[in-house]
């Protein structure tokens, strides 16, 4: 394990460094003005979700660790306190990344990236019009985080409201408690920063759920029966799964499997291998997300 101080790096390794570790990160592409009315559009990756009511996010235009410069997003949010937060899909990465590029105080990146400006409801700056999620902000407060090159510049944001493209809405109407159609994780697209030239792309093809039950506990993997929590067969992920239930399971009487009853028939005169071959079917089952299943299996260890 290589350990390091970050103190003792310079301060563009510890950049690198800490930006392939902490990802991948969403992508803000804030819409801001200056008094005179120029606009200006750039990409930020430090930047998240920090509370729902009230809304607030967070993103950092921090200080160039090259030339410990400014950078004009950060100029126009202390002279006009409001941005637009416009979210970053795949459809757009490319123009995003030209977007970043340093061009002279009072260009307007819109213009060099190929983005359409549109008109915003609360706030002066414009939205990306490309964009499928906007968010229109005030800035709350502008916390620098230090006076050197690298230091970041904490630009809170209240949401005041949220502009979302119809194809990324729920087809199927799940609704919030005023009846407004809910967004569909799996129509948008994301794309998310990691270190150097990586990003990542958000699908259907890498998008997974995990079930978490909020209102009761669940058991621990302490709570695991030895053999479960010892075995060589079963992963991590699959303690965490097995361990999520808020009671232990019992035998279900009426649970019936020819795979399991195959596996007790064929395997009743050696235990050991009986044990490996009931973890290793319990194991395809967790892997298929079937918890309930393969508890029955485990139990049938028993
Ligand atoms: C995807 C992406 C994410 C970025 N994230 C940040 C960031 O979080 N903080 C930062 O200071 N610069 C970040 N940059 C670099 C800025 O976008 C770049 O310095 C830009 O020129 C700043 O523009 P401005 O001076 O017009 O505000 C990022 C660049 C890209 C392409």
């Not at 729902?52 to 660790?65: D, G, T």
């Amino acid at each position: 394990m290589l350990t390091i101080h970050l103190k003792e790096l310079k301060p563009f390794d510890a950049q690198n460094y800490l930006q392939h570790a902490i990802a991948p990160r969403p992508i803000c592409f804030a819409s801001t003005i200056d008094k005179a009315g120029n606009v200006n559009l750039s990409p930020f990756s430090f930047f998240n979700l920090f509370s729902s009511n009230p809304p607030v996010v967070i993103f950092s235009p921090a200080r160039r660790v090259r030339d410990n410069t400014t950078k004009h997003t950060l100029e126009n949010v202390l002279e006009i306190p409001e941005v637009v937060i416009n979210i970053v899909d795949f459809d757009m990465v490319q123009q995003t990344s030209l977007a970043s590029c340093e061009f002279a105080k009072g260009t307007n990146e819109f213009i060099k990236a190929g983005f359409t400006e549109e008109k915003a409801t609360l706030v002066s700056p414009p939205m990306v019009k490309e964009s499928k999620i906007k968010l229109e902000c005030k800035v709350l407060e502008v916390k620098p985080l230090g006076t050197e090159g690298g230091a970041g510049n904490l630009v809170i944001c209240e949401v005041l409201c949220m502009h979302i493209d119809e194809s990324i809405l729920d087809a199927d109407h799940s609704a919030t408690a005023q009846g407004l159609p809910k967004i569909d994780q799996t129509k948008l697209h994301h794309v998310a920063r990691l270190g150097g030239d990586w990003y990542a792309k958000i699908d259907e093809s890498n998008l997974f759920k995990v079930a978490k039950p909020n209102t009761q506990l669940g058991i621990g993997v302490d709570a695991l029966p030895e053999s479960i929590r010892k075995s060589s067969i079963l992963t991590g992920n699959n303690l965490g799964q097995l361990a999520n239930v808020h009671e232990m399971p019992f035998v279900d009487p009426a649970f019936t499997d020819d795979k399991l009853k195959n596996i007790i028939q064929y395997y009743s005169i050696n235990p050991d291998e009986m044990d490996k071959e009931l973890h290793r079917y319990a194991k395809e089952l967790l892997d298929a997300g079937k918890v309930t299943e393969a508890w029955q299996v485990l139990l049938a260890d028993y």
